[in-house]
C-alpha cells in the first residue's frame, strides 16, 4: 500500500495556459474524490468517481474544470484557460467501501 | 448538505499537556460520519480519527479522543500528552455516505515546549 500519490506535486503556469494533475489512488480504491484548498481554509469538495462514473460535478468550479477517470484507476484534472484565481492546492483522496478518505499530497498550482 | 464550524482559528498548549479542539456540524443526513484530519505545514492530510454518528461511544485512537454530542452537533478533539509532533491544523469534517467532506475552516494547533 503506497498511499495515494499525486503529480505534479507543483505546478506554475501563466494566465490562460491548460494545465493538467494526476492522481493515482490506493490500489482497490474504487472512489476517488478532488478538493481545492485555498490557503487558510479547509478542502472544498470538487467531484468524486465510483470506478470510472462521475457521481458529482455540479460542485466543480466553472466549465474550466473538467475531470476523467477512464479506466476506474488513476484521475486526472484538467482546467482550461487559468486565471490567477485558480492558484490554490489541489487535492485528491480515495476510499474503499467506507467513508474515510485518504489523501494524498496535494499539487501546490500558481498562475501567474 | 453539511456545514462544519470550527470556532478556534488559533489554540496554544503546553508540552505535555491537554487540549480540546471544538467542532461543531448541521447536516441534514440521518446516517454520516465525522473525521478529525491533521495537516502539518507543507504536508499532507492525515486522518486523526473517526466516528460513526449512530455509535454512541466516543472513538479513542491512542491519545486522542473525541466528545461526541449528537443531540448538540458537536464533535470536539481532545489531544492528551501534547506533543512536539502534534503541531499543525487540524479540520473537522463531516459527510453523509459517500459523497465529500465538508470541512471547517480549521484550528492551528501550537505546542509550547
Known amino acids: 500500500d503506497t498511499g495515494v500519490s499525486q503529480n505534479p506535486r507543483h505546478k506554475i503556469t501563466k494566465r490562460g495556459q491548460n494545465v493538467t494533475f494526476r492522481c493515482d489512488p490506493i490500489?482497490?480504491?474504487?472512489?476517488l474524490y478532488w478538493y481545492r484548498q485555498t490557503l487558510g481554509q479547509g478542502p472544498e469538495f470538487l467531484t468524486y468517481f465510483q470506478n470510472e462514473a462521475q457521481l458529482e460535478k455540479s460542485r466543480l468550479l466553472s466549465d474550466r474544470f473538467s475531470a476523467e477517470r477512464p479506466k476506474g484507476s488513476f484521475s486526472t484534472l484538467e482546467i482550461q484557460r487559468t486565471e490567477q484565481g485558480d492558484s490554490a492546492m489541489y487535492l485528491c483522496?480515495?476510499?474503499?467501501?467506507?467513508?474515510?478518505?485518504?489523501f494524498g499530497p496535494g499539487t501546490r498550482l500558481l498562475v501567474l | 448538505a453539511q456545514t462544519v464550524t470550527q470556532s478556534q482559528p488559533e489554540m496554544s498548549v503546553q508540552e505535555a499537556e491537554t487540549v480540546t479542539l471544538s467542532c461543531t456540524y448541521d447536516?441534514?443526513?440521518?446516517?454520516?460520519?465525522l473525521f478529525w484530519y491533521k495537516q502539518p505545514p507543507s504536508r499532507q492530510m492525515i486522518l486523526v480519527i473517526r466516528q460513526e454518528a449512530y455509535k454512541q461511544q466516543n472513538a479513542t485512537e491512542n491519545r486522542f479522543s473525541v466528545n461526541f454530542q449528537k443531540a448538540a452537533k458537536s464533535f470536539s478533539l481532545k489531544i492528551s500528552d501534547s506533543q512536539l509532533g502534534d503541531a499543525a491544523m487540524y479540520f473537522c469534517?463531516?459527510?453523509?455516505?459517500?459523497?465529500?467532506?465538508?470541512f471547517g475552516k480549521g484550528t492551528h494547533l501550537i505546542i509550547q515546549p
Open positions: 447536516t441534514s443526513e440521518s446516517d454520516y460520519y
Open positions: 469534517a463531516c459527510v453523509g455516505g459517500a459523497d465529500g467532506l465538508t
Open positions: 483522496a480515495s476510499s474503499a467501501t467506507t467513508p474515510t478518505q485518504y
Open positions: 490500489s482497490e480504491h474504487n472512489r
